[in-house]
């Protein structure tokens, strides 16, 4: 196969991995990321998408089936990075009460970090969207055990 000034170097030869940047796939997560911190959920449409991405309807139903199938996988990927913190903290051995302090410190600073977000998501389950309900109703169950 010939490499030319458009084609990345590490796609030569080999179709591109599953999660690797540039793929379809994490065009569309990344691009919704972006829109979902601007505008919220609600925001996040395949004609959003579509427009930043340059992929197509059938690109985005071939990835993800559904809007709330993609919308599930969004929410996650940006939780995700937090959720892994807070277990990294949690699993630490040691004053139960310095632990505490620190699992409490890292979800200020998250929510310092992503407070936009997080108010669109409690916005989007007021307005409906099952995704935002779904998400916020499995917090309870997701933290406690953590601390």
Known sequence: MRQDKTTPARHVGRPPKHGEAGTT????LQAGLEVAAA???RA??????AERTGANAGSFVYHFG????YLGELVERWYAPFLAGLQQVSDQTGDPLLRLRELL???ALWALQHGAFV???MADAAAGEAVARQFLADMPG????LI
């Open 105 to 107: 410190t890292t979800l």
């Open 25 to 28: 796939r994490e065009r569309l």
């Open 39 to 41: 505008g919220g959920l």
């Open 119 to 121: 108010a669109h998501l």
């Open 66 to 69: 559904t809007r709330e199938a």
């Open 142 to 145: 997701r933290h406690p055990a």
């Open 44 to 49: 996040v449409t395949v004609a959003a998408l």
